[in-house]
């Protein structure tokens, strides 16, 4: 059955990115091809004081200010991971052709991927609990910070989206996993439009949390960003034509692999989460014209998912960006990134192939506890 | 959208760990007989707070429940999901090989992730600096390690969703499990949600002036707020038709749910949010505020969330609103696991025949309007056909499960 028919089409019509590029897709994608990086403060902003652990790059989002996106007010009591998320969103919404009416509110909603909220707001408000005067003199403006759910409810206040507004903890999977529930979720008419991403911050307690835990491979680089997809399905209900989409989300898949049963079972999964992406797409090996690759960061974590991608793509060898390389470990915004530099790299220009190939994408990811994820992107003919 | 070749989904098996106690039977019973959970609080040190009771899971033993998951490499909220997960996986008379080759995965809710893990990493901090920190500990604190013990114990290979959508997310879990099974995307998925007492969640309640000192009361006019609570709640959700061929026990048929963000206020519930929100879950599960026998609160017991809940429900069911009462009166409020317990006692009171008490009000409060039944007490003999869930949260993420009498 092909996926493109009117019923299963959900299009991606602007997104908004932050990373160690800089602001928007070009930038990434720029990064992503030569492999260069603005000059950055080596964290410094983001360490805010702490020091940074030795033998990791830390490579932030450069000069981070929220204010230039938000405006000044009530910012204070948000955590970078709300900003990055909320900033990501404000850029996605910024490059719509035609804004959200107020009508349409009701239906709008959003989902983001992030596995544990701000790390570093949860573990200074345990903090403060500790050295208070009394345990429970903590601030109570930072309370609701704590929670998972802080960047897309602070992102639906802010523009009255009362549609459904999910979280979702997926590890490096984080933002597939918010894919794949925001694509169910339009297909289901459970919301007419849906800003869907992922975010990770920077910090001096994730930077010191990833050094001890070892995990970060050999040639350790740790970042951070956002980015956030304006999602809609073909036919929203309010009679617009469809127009301005950069691209289809054809299918997403997300699976798991209990680790005891060892790496070849985890690439064997992603190997089947990319066959049921491709035939859920009705789309060929043949006809994938490029790969962003997750590739995680742990030893052998990116041989993994290179040979499940492999194994799936049965000898096609499309060309693969290799976001992770220059970005660095971004856990929770990884795939989002990815799939922004996907995005860019079609308005890129980059040329069609002949004959109708190199018009889909794929976004691949493996997480550190079994999970697997692949989602499969057709670059929109008005694109091109 | 099409309702053609959607499938019905039934619920066959219930899985609890809560200070009520461990296994659905276990925890039914003590619901009916509107036991107390609420105990002083002994998982952090409570010296200098001036409310200190909470509801704890006491002498928990991941080991006696867990088959596969090695809990000592696993955070406790992990381990609560876990180890509900195999109980309900139990219940509902699954072979584990036969449910590790079906298309099974599972979604579960929390609020705090992996709290503790973030509790004791502090005390590494405080007392040996940002570079003492033990690493495999950091690797536990992930809050998608939820999900994935659930997979990991199970041996399942569908997706692993843990949903952080605060206090409502074991909804948000069920809603997504429904769709999944009712698309056939998947035969069967685990659905619930787990979250485990700690320092930060309880500091912040005391501060907002939300804890109650001693019980928490909900609808009562002498209310004292939350208690804060911990557990693990898992449902077995797969098709009907699945559940029929194997011959399984059917508790209970999920009819549908709703999802609304107030986008109003960071922690203040909002009336208009609310009822909206039911009436989208009324929609989707094509019943009309007539047919709905039960309404399973979010309860939690501060005047806020009273005053506002019983608007909303006033708002849609005009003058003939259902006995609504508050399981959080025994539990506590176990966060995003909350409205997995909810979903646990509207299964047992749909198929045992009983409406769950809220089992500490004394007084109703006359503010919340007239003839108001919260089942005070004990819980009261009754067959509610089609029962109604509801679950809150910070952010103003409100959902709502609708589940039906099996028939």
Redesign the interface.
């Known amino acids: 059955m092909s996926g493109t028919t009117e ?1 299963t089409a959900v299009r991606i019509t602007g997104y908004g990115v932050l990373s160690a590029a800089g602001v928007g897709g070009k930038a990434l994608y720029e990064a992503v091809r030569s492999g260069a990086l603005p000059l950055g403060d080596d964290g410094a902003q983001a360490l805010d004081g ?2 940074a ?1 030795p033998g990791v790059r830390l490579l932030p989002v450069p000069d981070f200010e929220p204010r230039e996106h938000l405006g000044r007010k009530g910012l204070r009591a948000l955590s970078r991971t709300t900003t990055l998320g909320m900033v990501a969103a404000e850029l996605a919404l910024a490059g719509l052709p035609e804004p959200g009416r107020p009508g349409e ?2 239906d709008t ?2 989902v983001l991927g ?4 701000s ?1 570093r707001a ?2 200074e ?7 208070a005067e ?7 403006a930072l ?2 910070g ?5 960047g ?3 992102v ?2 802010r ?13 490096q999977i ?1 933002a597939l ?1 918010a894919l ?2 925001a694509r ?2 339009l297909l ?3 919301a007419a439009r849906l800003l869907t991403g992922g975010v990770e911050e920077l910090s ?2 994730t930077a ?8 970060l491979g050999e040639r350790p680089a740790l970042g951070e960003g956002s980015a956030v997809f304006v999602m809609e399905t073909a036919d929203d209900g309010t009679g617009r034509a469809p127009g301005g989409s950069l691209a289809e989300l054809a299918a997403c898949e ?7 049963e060892g790496p070849h079972a985890v690439a064997a ?1 992603l190997a089947r989460c990319v066959e049921d992406a491709l035939r859920a797409g009705g789309a060929e090996p043949g006809d994938i014209g490029v790969v962003s690759a997750g590739a995680s960061s742990g030893p052998g974590w990116s041989a993994v998912e290179a040979r499940g991608r492999r194994r799936a793509l049965a000898g096609h060898e499309p060309e693969v960006l290799r976001v992770q390389d220059v970005l660095g470990e971004t856990y929770s915004a990884s795939g989002a990134l990815q799939l922004a530099a996907l995005l860019a790299h079609w308005e890129d220009g980059a040329p069609a192939a002949a004959g109708g190939a190199a018009d889909w994408g794929l976004v691949t990811s493996v ?5 697997v994820g692949a989602a499969l992107l057709r670059r929109s003919s008005a694109t091109g | ?2 309702e053609q070749g959607l499938r019905r989904v039934a619920v066959t098996g219930l899985g609890a760990v809560s200070s009520l106690g461990t296994g659905i039977e276990a925890f039914t019973a003590a619901v009916r007989e509107g036991r107390s959970g609420i105990t002083d609080i002994s998982s952090f040190d ?5 409310h200190t009771r909470a509801g704890e899971v006491h002498g928990f033993r991941p080991q006696d429940h867990l088959e ?1 998951l090695p809990a000592e490499k696993w955070g406790r909220s992990s381990q609560f999901a876990a180890a509900a997960a195999r109980l309900a996986v139990r219940d509902a008379g699954w072979d584990t090989d036969a449910l590790s080759a079906a298309r099974a ?1 599972s979604a579960m809710g ?4 992996e ?1 503790r893990a ?2 004791e ?3 590494q ?2 007392a040996q600096g ?2 003492g ?4 500990l ?2 536990r ?6 999900a ?1 013990a659930v ?2 114990e199970l ?12 206090c409502s997310a074991s909804n ?1 879990a069920i809603g ?1 499990g429904f ?2 099974i009712r ?1 056939g ?1 998947a035969d069967v998925m685990i659905a619930g949600g787990a979250d485990a007492v700690n ?10 002036g939300a804890i109650a000192p001693d019980l928490c009361r909900p609808f009562d006019e002498d209310r004292g707020g939350i208690m804060t609570a911990e557990g693990g709640a898992a449902l077995v959700l797969e098709s009907w038709d699945s559940a029929v061929s194997r011959g399984a026990r059917i508790y209970a048929e999920v009819l549908g749910y709703g ?9 203040q519930p909002d009336r208009d ?1 609310i009822a ?1 929100c039911i009436r989208r879950a009324h929609r989707d599960a094509g019943v009309k505020p007539d047919d709905v026998d039960y309404v399973c609160a979010h309860g939690t017991g501060t005047a806020a969330n009273d005053s506002t809940e019983v608007a909303a429900v006033r708002e849609v069911f005009g003058d003939r609103i259902p006995p609504i009462s508050s399981i959080k009166s025994m539990l506590g409020h176990t966060m995003g696991a909350a409205s997995g317990f909810g979903a646990l006692a509207c299964c047992a009171a749909l198929y045992e025949g009983f409406l769950p008490p809220t089992a500490t009000v004394r007084s109703v409060d006359p503010a919340l309007g007239p003839d108001l039944d919260c089942v005070p007490g004990r819980a009261r003999p009754a067959r509610p056909r089609i029962v109604e869930n509801h679950g809150f ?5 409100n959902a709502i499960v609708m589940l039906g009498r099996p028939e």
């Open positions: 019923s702490q020091p652990p509110r009701a909603g959003v992030t596995s544990t909220g790390a949860f573990a408000f345990f903090r403060e609990s500790y050295v009394r345990p429970y003199l903590v601030s109570p309370f609701p704590l929670l998972l759910n802080h897309a409810s602070q639906a206040m523009h009255s989206f009362t549609g459904l507004n999910a979280s979702l903890a997926g590890g984080s996993s794949r529930y169910n979720a289901t008419g459970r001096a307690h010191w949390a990833w050094q001890r835990g070892g995990a997300v699976a798991f692999t209990p680790l005891d999964a997480g550190h506890d079994g999970s | 959208m099409s409570s010296t200098g707070f001036r596969r995965g929390t609020t705090n992730g709290a973030f509790q990493l502090t005390e901090w405080l940002i570079g920190i033990d690493g495999d950091a690797a604190a992930s809050a998608d390690r939820i994935a997979n990991t041996g399942l290979r569908g997706e692993a969703q843990t949903f952080g959508t605060a948000y997504y769709d999944l698309s995307a320092r930060a969640t309880h500091a912040g309640f005391h501060r907002l999802l609304t963000c107030d986008a109003k206020h960071p922690t949010g909206e949260a910070f952010g103003g993420n």
